[in-house]
C-alpha cells in the first residue's frame, strides 16, 4: 500500500459546540480519511470502524500509557489498570473483575432487579421527574456504593467524582483545570482508603483481600477502587438515560421491545452503538505504524473515535436510524481487547433491570427537550424531563 500523506483538520474535538453533539464532526473526520491530524490538539484521530477495532487489539502498537489528553492525568494514571499493558496488566485486571465475573453477577441479579423496580413503580406515583437524576443516576449509585462497601458521607460524593474523574482526562482545557480539584477529592480519599472503611463483604473489602494474600501488588487496592467510582457510574448512567431517551424519542421501537422484551440485549446493544459512552479515548503509539494508507509517527497521542466508528456506513447498514431489532453485539461503546470495559458485565446487568421494569410498567413515556452534559470524555444527558409516563 502506498503510504500517503497524513489527511488534517482544524476541527477542535473538545470544544463546547462539538461536545454537545459531536456526530456532524465525526461523519466529517470519517469521510476524509481513516486517520486524521487533529492540529489544534495534536492528535491523531481514528475514525473508522475498522481502524478503531483494530487499533485497540493491538496493544503493542496502541499503548495504554496515555489514556488521557494531558500529562498531569496520565501521570496519575501510571500503574492502574486502564493505563497498564501486558505483562503486567493481567493480574491489576484479574483482581479488578474478581467481583465482576458472570458468576458473581448472576448473585447480584436480585438485588439490583429489585432497585431497579422499586425505583420505577416509585416514580409511577410522580406527577413529573427527571430520567437523569431520578433514574440513570439513582440506581447506579445505589449499586456502586454498595458493592465497593462505601460508607457514610463519601456515598454523597461519588456522582461528582465520578463526572470530574471523566473531565479531566480531556485537554488541559477550561473544564479539566475546573475538575482537577474534585477528582482530586477522589483521587486522595482512594490513597489512604483502608479495608476497615469498607463494609464486610463488599467488593471492595475483597480487593484489600487480594492484596494481603499478595495475588496484586500492596499499592493497587486504592488505585483499583478508585477506577470503580471514577468508571463505574457516569458511562453507566449515560447509558441509561441514553436508553430512556432513544426509547421515549422512537415510540415505534418503545412499542417493539414491549411486545417482545427478549428484545431487550438487543435493544441496549443498539442504544450502545447509537450513543458511544466516550467522546475519545486516548493511545500512545509506541512505534511508526501505518492506518489505512497513513504513518502515524511513534510517540504519536491517538484519539479512539467509538461514536465515529458506531455509525461507519462501511460497517453499519443505514448506520444513523436506531433500530433495536439490529443487534449491533459488534459496538465499540465498551472498547476491544485487553482493555475492552471490564464493568460492562455490571452496566448490562443495571440497564437490563430499568429496561426490563419499565417494559413491565410503563405503557407510554414522553420525555420533553434534554439537556446534553458537557463533558471532556463521557457523552451523555444532563436532565431528561419526564412529561408522560403512563403505568401500564
Known amino acids: 500500500m502506498t503510504v500517503e500523506a497524513p489527511v488534517t483538520s482544524d476541527i477542535d474535538l473538545w470544544s463546547d459546540e462539538n461536545l454537545a453533539n459531536p456526530y456532524p464532526t465525526f461523519a466529517t473526520l470519517r469521510e476524509q480519511a ?28 496502541f499503548s495504554s500509557n496515555a489514556v488521557a489528553f494531558n500529562d498531569a492525568m496520565n501521570g496519575a494514571l501510571q500503574g492502574t489498570t486502564l493505563a497498564t499493558d501486558p505483562p503486567a496488566h493481567p493480574a491489576l485486571r484479574a483482581a479488578l473483575t474478581e467481583n465482576l465475573s458472570p458468576r458473581a453477577l448472576r448473585g447480584l441479579k436480585d438485588s439490583i432487579d429489585e432497585k431497579a423496580d422499586r425505583i420505577v413503580t416509585d416514580l409511577l406515583e410522580r406527577d413529573g421527574f ?15 456504593a454498595d458493592l465497593i462497601g462505601v460508607q457514610g458521607e463519601v456515598r454523597d460524593k461519588m456522582l461528582a467524582w465520578g463526572e470530574a474523574a471523566f473531565n479531566v482526562l480531556g485537554p488541559m482545557n477550561e473544564r479539566t483545570g475546573q475538575n482537577f480539584p474534585i477528582a482530586g477529592e477522589l483521587f486522595q480519599w482512594a490513597t489512604v482508603l483502608k479495608a476497615e472503611d469498607l463494609a464486610a463483604g463488599s467488593m471492595g473489602r475483597a480487593i484489600f483481600d487480594a492484596a494481603e494474600r499478595g ?26 438515560g441514553n436508553a430512556i431517551h432513544q426509547l421515549a424519542t422512537h415510540p415505534d421501537q418503545w412499542e417493539l421491545l414491549r411486545e417482545d422484551p427478549s428484545l431487550i440485549p438487543s435493544a441496549f446493544n443498539e442504544v450502545l452503538r447509537y450513543e458511544a459512552l466516550m467522546i475519545a479515548q486516548g493511545r500512545l503509539v509506541k ?86 452534559k458537557i463533558n471532556n470524555s463521557s457523552l451523555g444527558l444532563d436532565k431528561l424531563p419526564v412529561l408522560e409516563f403512563v403505568a401500564a
Open 34 to 61: 481513516a486517520v486524521v491530524h487533529l492540529e489544534k490538539s495534536d492528535v491523531w484521530a481514528l475514525t473508522r470502524y475498522d481502524a478503531i477495532r483494530d487499533a485497540l487489539a493491538n496493544w503493542e502498537a
Open 130 to 144: 427527571d430520567a437523569v437524576d431520578d433514574i440513570a443516576r439513582a440506581l447506579p449509585l445505589q449499586v456502586v
Open 215 to 240: 495475588d496484586i501488588p500492596t499499592d493497587s487496592p486504592g488505585h483499583i477502587v478508585h477506577q470503580y467510582v471514577a468508571a463505574g457510574m457516569d458511562t453507566t448512567i449515560a447509558a441509561i
Open 287 to 372: 512505534e511508526d505504524t501505518e492506518v489505512d494508507g497513513t504513518t502515524i509517527p511513534a510517540g504519536s497521542h491517538v484519539a479512539v473515535l467509538f461514536g465515529s466508528g458506531n455509525h461507519d456506513p462501511r460497517h453499519y447498514e443505514d448506520p444513523d436510524a436506531f433500530l433495536i431489532k439490529r443487534n449491533p453485539v459488534d459496538h465499540l461503546s465498551f472498547g476491544y481487547g485487553v482493555h475492552a470495559c471490564a464493568g460492562q458485565g455490571l452496566a448490562r446487568l443495571e440497564a437490563f433491570a430499568v429496561l426490563s421494569s419499565l417494559v413491565k410498567r410503563v405503557r407510554r413515556i414522553s420525555v420533553g427537550e434534554p439537556v446534553r
